[in-house]
């Protein structure tokens, strides 16, 4: 799982999963285009800029902010081999509670910043025949439960897509695949679930790890697929 030579971009890079992520690619030798709201929320994270590190600052709800990200990344590195969809957000409330708000904000975020990058991305990835796309569900997308209906249909929405994408992609070199992690272990999430042992939780690292392997030649024969990684959970 050798990525020398390969540029991967990650979006939502300046969350705790983007900087393991982001870690586990650069060990590997990847050139990493990272992408969050804000140049100033990536250098908190990672420091400066490095050979194999670019940032942009992006708003991936906007199909242009999609595209001003894959001209930088081109720009910088002149391909992009991997595409991976960290963006997201969470918010509990009963369906029947829930605002309009809420249910803008957890679509955009969740849904529409993984369409509009991988939109983006995958002319390219076509032309250059291989490539892959690695989302970041959830295993509430698998079922709608009390408390969680928007998040969850939200998530659910990146599943359907990457069967779609999968579906029309394979056959073009290109690997489309999610993952479907259940809580992961944040210090955020440390501090809302006290009473919770974070053993339980999803590791960081481990995620990341089944990612890159997504990313892979070694997922190669792995299509469409939306893998639970639940921890002990």
Same mark, same amino acid.
Request: aromatic share 6%; charged share 20%; hydrophobic share 50%.
């Given at each position: 799982?050798?990525? +020398?030579?390969?540029?991967?971009?990650?979006?939502?890079?300046?969350?705790?999963?983007?900087?393991?992520? &982001?870690?586990?690619?650069?060990?590997?030798?990847?050139?990493? /285009?990272?992408?969050?709201?804000?140049?100033?929320?990536?250098?908190? %994270?990672?420091?400066?800029?490095?050979?194999?590190?670019?940032?942009?600052?992006?708003?991936?709800?906007?199909?242009?902010?999609?595209?001003?990200?894959?001209?930088?990344?081109? +720009?910088?590195?002149?391909?992009?081999?991997?595409?991976?969809?960290?963006?997201?957000?969470?918010?509990?409330?009963?369906?029947?509670?829930?605002?309009?708000?809420?249910?803008?904000?957890? *679509?955009?975020? $969740?849904?529409?910043?993984?369409?509009?990058?991988?939109?983006?991305?995958?002319?390219?990835?076509?032309?250059?025949?291989?490539?892959?796309?690695?989302?970041? @569900?959830? @295993? @509430? @997308?698998?079922?709608?439960?009390?408390?969680?209906?928007?998040?969850?249909?939200?998530?659910?929405?990146?599943?359907?897509?990457?069967? &779609?994408?999968?579906?029309?992609? %394979?056959?073009?070199?290109? $690997? /489309?695949?999610?993952?479907?992690?259940?809580?992961?272990?944040?210090?955020?999430? %440390?501090?809302?679930?006290?009473?919770?042992?974070?053993?339980? *939780?999803?590791?960081?690292?481990?995620?990341?790890?089944?990612?890159? *392997?997504? &990313?892979?030649?070694?997922?190669?024969?792995?299509?469409?697929? &939306?893998?639970?990684?639940?921890?002990?959970?």
């Amino acid at each position: 799982m050798e990525f +020398d030579g390969r540029t991967v971009i990650v979006t939502g890079a300046s969350g705790h999963l983007g900087r393991a992520v &982001a870690g586990a690619f650069a060990q590997r030798g990847a050139r990493l /285009v990272l992408a969050a709201r804000s140049i100033e929320a990536l250098e908190a %994270r990672f420091g400066a800029e490095a050979a194999a590190r670019a940032y942009v600052a992006a708003d991936l709800t906007k199909q242009a902010g999609a595209e001003a990200l894959v001209r930088a990344a081109l +720009d910088r590195f002149g391909r992009i081999d991997v595409l991976c969809n960290l963006a997201g957000g969470f918010r509990m409330g009963d369906v029947h509670e829930s605002s309009d708000e809420t249910w803008d904000f957890l *679509f955009d975020v $969740n849904a529409r910043t993984m369409y509009c990058a991988s939109r983006a991305v995958a002319p390219h990835l076509l032309a250059q025949g291989s490539g892959a796309i690695v989302s970041v @569900a959830a @295993a @509430a @997308a698998q079922k709608g439960t009390a408390g969680m209906g928007l998040y969850s249909a939200s998530k659910a929405v990146v599943v359907r897509l990457t069967e &779609a994408m999968s579906a029309e992609l %394979r056959t073009h070199g290109i $690997n /489309v695949n999610c993952v479907l992690p259940t809580t992961l272990d944040t210090p955020e999430n %440390r501090s809302a679930m006290p009473g919770v042992d974070p053993s339980r *939780f999803v590791g960081l690292p481990d995620l990341a790890g089944i990612i890159v *392997f997504l &990313a892979s030649p070694a997922a190669r024969p792995i299509h469409g697929a &939306a893998i639970p990684v639940t921890g002990l959970g």
